[in-house]
T-cell receptor, first 112, second 106 residues
Framework: DAGVIQSPRHEVTEMGQEVTLRCKPI?????LFWYRQTMMRGLELLIY????????DSGMPEDRFSAKMPNASFSTLKIQPSEPRDSAVYFC??????????FGSGTRLTVV | QKEVEQNSGPLSVPEGAIASLNCTYS??????FFWYRQYSGKSPELIMS????GDKEDGRFTAQLNKASQYVSLLIRDSQPSDSATYLC??????FGTGTSLTVIP
């Protein structure tokens, strides 16, 4: 198994641009999570899906952030418009609910 | 969000010693607890899970859970320089502490 696959690994964009982060979970895992990690705030849960359905998006900072999971093997996190304070590492993780996560390698986002 | 507290460290121990990492949590209803290791620039990696009061051992790692006191700890025996990393405590899968940085000195 290739694990959780995220793309891109690094993204540098200008303020105001749209950013799309992608994630392919492990086959057979029914839950997918998006996290943001910064030095100041640690790992913050943004949103999670169970069986492709968004269950809790209370961690999404504001309307600029949106996430979709159109099928069991793909999810996106979109930021539009991006701002410098969105700079962070964004992790996708998958699991079967109740068990620990497998994290992807992350996307390091820099908004200038 | 649920509160999960960890000492940020840094915690330094000599090679071969026992490293003790602690975590407290606020939600008494929490049922599942996890420890992750994160090397600098890498993603977190699950190393232990514990669901019942008491100790759970896996090689050099022992997780300890006390639900009455709302704490969970991780002991690393015979610490190695390769154990130097940040250790993250997670409660009910979702909620992470900010991590404790561990350095094992050769």
């Amino acid at each position: 198994d290739a694990g959780v696959i995220q793309s891109p690994r690094h993204e540098v964009t200008e303020m105001g641009q749209e950013v799309t982060l992608r994630c392919k979970p492990i086959s057979g895992h029914n839950s997918l999570f998006w996290y943001r990690q910064t030095m100041m705030r640690g790992l913050e849960l943004l949103i999670y899906f169970n069986n492709n359905v968004p269950i809790d998006d209370s961690g999404m900072p504001e309307d600029r952030f949106s996430a979709k999971m159109p099928n069991a093997s793909f999810s996106t996190l979109k930021i539009q418009p991006s701002e410098p304070r969105d700079s962070a590492v964004y992790f996708c993780a998958s699991t079967s609910l109740g068990y620990g996560y497998t994290f992807g390698s992350g996307t390091r986002l820099t908004v200038v | 969000q649920k509160e999960v507290e960890q000492n940020s460290g840094p915690l330094s121990v000599p090679e071969g010693a026992i490293a003790s990492l602690n975590c407290t949590y606020s939600d008494r209803g929490s049922q599942s607890f996890f420890w992750y290791r994160q090397y600098s620039g890498k993603s977190p990696e699950l190393i232990m899970s514990i669901y019942s009061n008491g100790d759970k051992e896996d090689g050099r790692f022992t997780a300890q859970l006390n639900k009455a006191s709302q704490y969970v700890s991780l002991l690393i025996r015979d610490s190695q320089p390769s154990d130097s990393a940040t250790y993250l405590c997670a409660v009910f899968q979702f909620y992470f502490g900010t991590g404790t940085s561990l350095t094992v000195i050769p």
